[in-house]
């Protein structure tokens, strides 16, 4: 059975530290991994990653996937507390659907 | 980004009602979109994958006369939610398969609340 795990469930840090949220992944015909980040409502999407070790950036975000370890991070720097949130990591394979993970709560605190 | 609209927003009905639940992608054509349901501190859970054109393929434990889903058209997917029941009070999540970039773009949910 396809599964997605994601640590820690929940982190608590200070505006201006550094995050590296981790994401596992077991899926049949793996086509891609997915990270979100869900507010108070649905999924926006940040990353999509097909290839190892390519890292994908956008401002303060970062992130990248090990297809070999079957392992991403998504990294985020000198956060605010706007990046207060669930963030969801999701593998896709040959149906097109997605597996979640649990998510990782992040709170940053002023 | 891809735009993917949800109507309603919110919807509170008494128990035995149905509710129709519209997912609309604005400015793709998606051949392929997926219902979610996420109850309080839990992730997304896929209900259903909705195809245009034909049957919907439910995920097991979803009962599909109950979750009715049609996908009548390139941009729109509607999920009734028939004789509505307390337990099927949740937040109901649609995306939309944007094919060019193999990503799902998610609306912004509905939160149903049933007496």
């Known amino acids: 059975e396809d599964k997605v795990v994601q640590s820690p469930l929940s982190l608590v840090v200070h505006e201006g530290d550094t995050v590296t949220l981790n994401c596992s992944y077991e899926?049949?015909?793996?086509?891609?991994l997915l990270w979100y980040k869900q507010e108070k409502k649905a999924p926006t999407f940040l990353f999509m990653l097909?290839?190892?070790?390519i890292e994908k950036k956008s401002g303060r975000l970062s992130s990248i996937l090990d297809k070999k370890e079957l392992f991403s991070i998504l990294n985020i720097t000198a956060t605010q507390t706007g990046d207060s949130a669930i963030y969801l990591c999701a593998g896709s394979g040959g149906s097109e659907k997605l597996v979640f993970g649990k998510g990782t709560k992040l709170t940053v605190n002023p | 980004g891809a735009v993917v609209s949800q109507h309603p927003s919110r919807v509170i009905c008494k128990s035995g009602t149905s509710v129709k639940i519209e997912c609309r992608s604005l400015d793709f054509q998606a051949t392929t979109m997926f219902w979610y349901r996420q109850f309080p501190k839990q992730s997304l859970m896929l209900m259903a994958t909705?195809?245009?054109?034909?049957?919907?393929?439910?995920e097991q434990g979803v009962e599909k006369d109950k979750f009715l889903i049609n996908h009548a058209s390139l941009t729109l997917s509607t999920l009734t939610v028939t004789s509505a029941h307390p337990e099927d009070s949740s937040f109901y999540i649609c995306?939309?398969?944007?094919?060019?970039?193999?990503?799902?773009?998610f609306g912004p949910g509905t939160r149903l609340t049933v007496l």
């Open positions: 899926v049949t015909n793996f086509r891609s």
């Open positions: 995306s939309a398969l944007r094919l060019a970039t193999d990503t799902q773009y």
């Open positions: 909705s195809n245009e054109g034909s049957k919907a393929t439910y």
């Open positions: 097909t290839s190892s070790g």
